[in-house]
């Protein structure tokens, strides 16, 4: 299950103020024929990283919202996974495993579903920038040229009481002190989700008072 996202919210929120009409060759009627879905509006996803880095590893995290008692242990952590690609780049800018709180996987480790680890997601960047265009608006923009990398994390062993944003901040530190050169220029975070589509739920109706309905 992934994470809800909400995409061009800026466009929609112009798009519904417009009354779903927009200029001819305006960014808005690119964006509405994006929506109507014209072929020369479509996204086209080019993934730079090769496929052996998109692989993707296990981890073992203790979570944020789960309290550790006295003495926690494997049975108390969560199975998580990092791309390969975004383990060495965690490494590459001095995130260590201890840090981060990560654990080798083991077979009494939680391996449920709804959980989604917290998460950094860092820019390192690299030399100048490149001019691309939207594949949606068409508008033309510049990007600065570098690498991100998605980078999950659970509580440190050496601070198992410590909550979520104290190591958020932690952690994004370090990311910007990197390793010589190496240094995330920006960070930005997704926060631990438990997620239970059944328990999340709401029951439309209210319950009957007891020995009440009509058969």
Known sequence: MARKRTRFARLKRALKLAGGVAKPGSELDNFIKFENGDETHKIKVTNKVPAAKRKRVGIALYPFNITPGATPGAADRYRATITIYSNEGRANVGLTDANLGYFALNKTNNAGDNYF???????????????????????????????????????????????????????????????????????????????????????????????????
């Open 117 to 215: 680890p917290a998460q950094l997601i860092i820019f390192v960047p690299g030399e100048g920038e490149s001019e691309e265009t939207s594949a949606i608006t068409k508008k033309k923009y510049k990007r600065k040229n570098g690498k991100s990398y998605t980078i999950p994390f659970g509580r440190a062993a050496s601070a198992i009481t410590e909550g979520e944003e104290t190591r958020r901040t932690f952690l994004a530190q370090e990311a910007k002190k990197g390793v010589g050169s190496i240094k995330a220029s920006s960070v930005s975070y997704n926060p631990e989700e438990f997620s239970n589509a059944k328990q999340d739920l709401e029951s439309a109706l209210s319950a009957p008072a007891e020995g009440g309905g009509n058969g």
